[in-house]
């Protein structure tokens, strides 16, 4: 079992920048990949934000998010960080991380651990 907790979301000024934290339990965190999600007000559906293999070697962001966010892993803390630069009002979401069994992916559905989310919201 993987218990995952988001923290550091907040209410932001367009051009501001937040951290978020991705708090895994468990001896095998550190030997899964992570991904952000979001998931935006009005009924749209949970996108991909960014992924980070096991060892932080190897990273993959949406084209959205490129150059502005940066996704990084502390594994003797057993936490992942979303670095968020640049913000813009599009990216007021709901931010998740999730973790899985396997290798990198960017699907939402093959992951097997969701954290409870954090709220980002980016005033214009």
């Known amino acids: 079992q993987v218990l995952l907790v988001e923290a550091g979301g907040g209410l932001v000024q367009a051009g501001g920048s937040l951290r978020l934290s991705c708090i895994g339990s468990?001896?095998?965190?550190?030997?899964?990949?992570v991904g952000w999600f979001r998931q935006a007000p009005g009924g749209k559906e949970r996108e991909f934000v960014a992924?980070?293999?096991?060892?932080?070697?190897?990273?993959n962001y949406t084209d959205s998010v490129k150059g502005r966010f940066t996704i990084s892993r502390d594994n003797a803390r057993n936490t992942v960080y979303l670095q968020m630069n640049s913000l813009k009002p599009e990216d007021t979401a709901v931010y998740y991380c999730?973790?899985?069994?396997?290798?990198?992916?960017?699907?939402?559905?093959?992951?097997?651990?969701w954290g409870q989310g954090t709220q980002v919201t980016v005033s214009s």
């Open positions: 999730a973790a899985r069994f396997g290798g990198v992916v960017l699907t939402p559905n093959r992951y097997d651990y």
């Open positions: 468990g001896l095998t965190f550190r030997n899964l990949p």
């Open positions: 992924v980070i293999n096991t060892n932080g070697g190897s990273t």
